[in-house]
């Protein structure tokens, strides 16, 4: 059974929708994962649907002890509830494992020996990285190399429209390349574990930050190539430091301060561009989250799409 929403009565979900949150557990929970976390509950409330919680455990060099607990604990003083019980990736390991190789054996898919030095000297920039140059692709390979995983773009066009940042159009081989779905430390890639994780959880919107807008049209590529439903999308504004940095985990951004759960709301509702008025700061958890939920309104944040991925700076 769904959990109910303590701060807002939320009735189970009856309209079909789901959505959720799915953090890394590379350090705790700071504000810029709190941005993305807040933005996606919202929508699935305003939505009267489920909002579930996946913990993306699936790169253990990155993954500090505790870093999951510590995240999960977070959200739960936060405020947050989530429907069902939590799940975490690397407990389907087997299944990603298993279309990985299927992709391969199918010849959507192809073996890459190729080091990142080799790549970095013949590749061009794209936008989210080096455009791998197709070295591998039509290469034999005899099964004996370490090698990685990489799914074929060639003369694949993907365009989606976005909740907010409007029309996406990309032409995959030319802007993105030939895309890891397992690394060559045997580890899956990003790419294939959500997307194969999303349709097992019926995901029907995607709630998260503008800095993976760019590569979201890999992620439709992959899922029509399974022959799975893609989600609709909405890219949020991305919290970024004085330096213009995003705020993350790797660059070390601060972990929220769980003693003051209404104001770091409030701090991501007034990011947000909601206008929470200020008695707000000094008010119940209860009483924050349910104005957060009567009065979201997502199509403010349409206005920001003109500015470099959706940045904003958080207010000092």
């Known amino acids: 059974m769904a959990n109910k929403s303590a701060a807002t009565g939320a009735k189970q979900a009856s309209s079909g929708y789901r959505g959720r949150f799915a953090p890394s557990p590379t350090g705790p929970l700071h504000f810029g994962s709190l941005v993305a976390a807040v933005a996606s509950y919202l929508q699935a409330l305003r939505a009267g649907g489920e909002w579930l919680l996946r913990i993306e455990d699936i790169d253990p060099p990155r993954e500090p002890a505790g870093a999951a607990a510590q995240i999960i604990d977070a959200l739960r003083v936060h405020g947050f509830r989530w429907s069902g019980d939590i799940v975490f990736q690397r407990h389907n390991l087997r299944r990603f494992e298993a279309v990985a190789e299927s992709l391969l054996e199918r010849r959507l898919a192809f073996a890459c020996t190729c080091s990142r030095a080799t790549i970095r000297k013949s590749a061009t920039a794209g936008p989210v990285g080096p455009i791998y140059p197709g070295t591998c692709r039509d290469k034999t390979f005899d099964g004996k190399q370490v090698h990685a995983i990489r799914l074929r773009t060639a003369n694949q066009h993907v365009s989606f429209e976005d909740r907010l940042q409007g029309q996406v159009d990309c032409s995959l081989d030319k802007e993105i390349g030939d895309f890891v779905i397992r690394r060559k430390d045997g580890l899956i890639a990003y790419a294939l574990a959500v997307v194969l994780d999303d349709h097992d959880q019926g995901i029907t919107e995607i709630v998260r930050g503008a800095d993976l807008l760019q590569f979201t049209p890999a992620q439709i590529h992959l899922q029509r190539i399974l022959g799975l439903k893609t989600p609709a999308y909405m890219h949020v504004?991305?919290?970024?430091?004085?330096?213009?940095?995003?705020?993350?985990?790797?660059?070390?951004?601060?972990?929220?301060?769980?003693?003051?759960?209404?104001?770091?709301?409030?701090?991501?509702?007034?990011?947000?561009?909601?206008?929470?008025?200020?008695?707000?700061?000094?008010?119940?958890?209860?009483?924050?989250?349910?104005?957060?939920?009567n009065n979201w309104c997502p199509d403010i944040l349409a206005n920001c799409q003109n500015l470099p991925v959706s940045y904003i700076k958080v207010n000092s």
């Open 237 to 293: 504004p991305v919290a970024v430091a004085e330096d213009g940095d995003k705020l993350s985990k790797q660059a070390g951004a601060t972990a929220l301060d769980n003693r003051t759960p209404v104001q770091n709301l409030f701090r991501c509702l007034d990011f947000l561009r909601q206008q929470p008025p200020a008695d707000l700061q000094t008010a119940s958890l209860d009483a924050i989250w349910t104005w957060a939920g």
